[in-house]
């Protein structure tokens, strides 16, 4: 659903289903930006956000949760995670 509504602004959108698929595209590609669920049952997205920016540091990431969360500063610097969308 948010991969239509990026796309219906004109956006380029790369969708995948799992967390293998996620870094093999990313490492073909070429991304302005990378959201991934916080909760995913393969890994975390703290932990996809980890891999993301081992392989490109400057890759911007963002988390996306429904999750009623509090978001460790300490652990966005520490990964690299650039922001997390909360519906909170």
Same mark, same amino acid.
């Given at each position: 659903m948010l991969g239509r509504s990026f796309q219906g602004e004109g956006h380029r959108v790369t969708l995948a289903e799992t967390r293998a698929k996620t870094l093999a595209?990313?490492?073909?590609g070429d991304f302005d930006l990378v959201l &991934?669920?916080?909760g995913m049952s393969e890994m975390s997205g703290w932990e996809l956000a980890k891999r993301i920016k081992e392989i490109d540091p400057s890759a911007p990431v963002g988390l996306i949760t429904g999750w009623a969360v509090a &978001?460790?500063?300490e652990k966005m &610097?520490?990964?690299g @995670?650039?922001? @997390?969308?909360?519906q909170f």
């Amino acid at each position: 659903m948010l991969g239509r509504s990026f796309q219906g602004e004109g956006h380029r959108v790369t969708l995948a289903e799992t967390r293998a698929k996620t870094l093999a595209k990313f490492k073909q590609g070429d991304f302005d930006l990378v959201l &991934t669920d916080l909760g995913m049952s393969e890994m975390s997205g703290w932990e996809l956000a980890k891999r993301i920016k081992e392989i490109d540091p400057s890759a911007p990431v963002g988390l996306i949760t429904g999750w009623a969360v509090a &978001t460790p500063k300490e652990k966005m &610097t520490e990964i690299g @995670v650039d922001f @997390v969308l909360s519906q909170f």
